[in-house]
């Protein structure tokens, strides 16, 4: 395997089982189990290495060893089942979407959050928002919704945590190799590779669209580390959640307008537009600005349309967690954006104006609510917290009457379910089972599974918990013994209070 700036030189991988590549570039692999097992049988070691990245796995892999794989007829008949449920998972007769919502093919719905969790081995995610963002995704391309996903790319992704021999946490930070990950430049339709920018005070930032496919579904994903920008710049996008607030406010302004630049440079006009928490609300901004500017309508009359079909989903329910920032930095952020909205300063201010106890704030989730049509909490108690804590924004409003209603959050179940539960849902419920997710009937069957297999399952996989754990604990241990180089005791038998 060779690296070339950013490009991946793949091993030459034999035409027999040439369709590989295209498989590990399409996430569609990270909730099918025979899928993982395919790639993890190329490479027991490299998949466990790599945090299970098909990508890697054949970046890695000797050249020799996928030769060998070519010509043994129980990996080339495992390949081929794997590729045939891919072919019939892409080119469906019918999803759900087509058959309920025939006429209305073209409505794309874009989705922007700060973070994506679709695979461990893919580091731009933090935790509940990025996990419900990714399962959205795969949930998305399930159902056959004409759904596109606007994010980060983030080099450096998120931080893995490392506790040292005298019990302080370190974050680590281990820079992205874009070449490794199953992301491909994003194209538009002349063929070439999507490059958009933004003002931010005093210069031009540009960003980089990228394309990584879930399933049916594509996500693009800014990164600003590239060349027109100065060093400062190129990191804007390297962490999640790193910096200060003039960090976090650049961030933010690339993640909403440069989004909105990013689907049109894409030729994509999207029906629907949902914003994952107030880190992309901006968006509302930038396409007000677009109406003002190329319709020559009143502020009013942009706000009204883009609200129309913008929906937001707010996260948080304490204000800690509800981006906000101080006036002066709005103004030196926006000072050149406003008049093209046909806005003076306080009317700009008064958009995202919320009133705290240590003073007025622009905030983030503010400017959401008043740009949208459509709001929703993740529980029906989150949305009556919600309800209570936003209701300022409606003084005319009882509590309960307040727009802001809930959508109880769920999960991806593919990624979820373990392949022992899928084994003895085929056997009990239905081979099936997963395309029947929502019908009632089929629960029923739950009834039939044994209570000694649901136990053994049970214990399997507790037991397999308890192995990873042990293991990762032994290689704390002997990264504890290295610094402070004591001998390695990582082999030690647990005593009953350990294993406690």
């Not at 929906?311 to 926006?334: C, M, Q, R, S, W």
């Not at 009990?428 to 297999?453: C, F, G, K, S, T």
Request: proline content about 5%.
């Amino acid at each position: 395997m060779k690296i070339l700036g950013r490009m991946a030189v793949f091993p030459e991988i034999p035409e027999r089982i040439q369709r590989l590549r295209e498989l590990a570039y399409n996430l569609w692999w990270t909730w099918n189990p025979p899928a993982q097992r395919l790639f993890a049988t190329i490479s027991p070691e490299i998949w466990q290495s790599s945090e299970h990245s098909a990508v890697r796995v054949l970046l890695e892999v000797d050249a020799g060893r996928l030769a060998t794989l070519a010509s043994d007829g129980e990996f080339v008949a495992r390949y081929d089942a794997v590729c045939a449920d891919f072919d019939g998972y892409m080119h469906p007769a019918a999803t759900w979407f087509s058959q309920t919502f025939a006429d209305e093919a073209n409505h794309t719905i874009a989705y922007f959050s700060a973070e994506f969790g679709l695979h461990e081995s893919l580091p731009i995610y933090s935790g509940g928002l990025g996990i419900l963002s990714g399962d959205h995704c795969k949930e998305a391309s399930d159902l056959g919704l004409p759904f596109i996903g606007v994010g980060f790319l983030y080099p450096q992704g998120y931080f893995r945590q490392r506790v040292t021999a005298k019990g302080q946490q370190e974050a680590i930070y281990e820079k992205m190799n874009f070449s490794q990950v199953a992301a491909q430049p994003a194209m538009d339709s002349d063929g070439h590779e999507v490059m958009i920018s933004v003002d931010l005070p005093g210069r031009k930032v540009y960003a980089k669209v990228w394309r990584i496919q879930v399933g049916r579904i594509p996500l693009y994903l800014m990164d600003t580390d590239v060349e027109p920008n100065a060093p400062g710049d190129r990191v804007l996008s390297a962490r999640l959640y790193g910096g200060d607030h003039e960090m976090r406010i650049a961030q933010e302004i690339m993640l909403g307008i440069g989004g909105v630049r990013a689907l049109r440079a894409l030729g994509l006009d999207p029906m629907v537009w949902h914003m994952n928490e107030g880190h992309a609300a901006f968006l509302e901004l930038e396409r007000c600005r677009e109406m003002v500017q190329g319709m020559d309508v009143s502020f009013d009359v942009a706000r009204e349309i883009a609200a129309a079909n913008a929906i937001f989903t707010t996260h948080t329910p304490v204000a800690a967690g509800n981006d906000a920032f101080n006036y002066e930095l709005a103004d030196k952020y926006f000072a050149d954006f406003w008049p093209q909205l046909g806005l003076d300063r306080d009317q700009f201010h008064d958009l995202a104006r919320e009133e705290t106890s240590w003073g007025s704030v622009f905030s983030m989730t503010v400017l959401a609510l008043r740009l949208s049509t459509l709001r929703n909490g993740v529980s029906r108690l989150h949305g009556d917290v919600s309800r209570r804590m936003w209701q300022f924004l409606w003084p005319e409003l009882e509590v309960e009457e307040t727009p802001i209603t809930s959508i109880t959050n769920g999960v991806h179940t593919a990624t979820w379910v373990a392949p022992t539960m899928d084994a003895l849902y085929q056997r009990y419920l239905a081979e099936d089972w997963y395309a029947h997710l929502d019908d009632p009937n089929l629960w029923e069957h739950v009834r039939q599974i044994p209570d000694e297999e649901l136990w053994d399952a049970h214990n399997q996989l507790k037991e397999e918990l308890l192995g990873y754990a042990r293991a990762r604990l032994a290689r704390h241990v002997r990264t504890c013994c290295a610094q402070r180089d004591m001998p390695d005791r990582s082999h030690w038998q647990g005593t009953k209070n350990q294993d406690r």
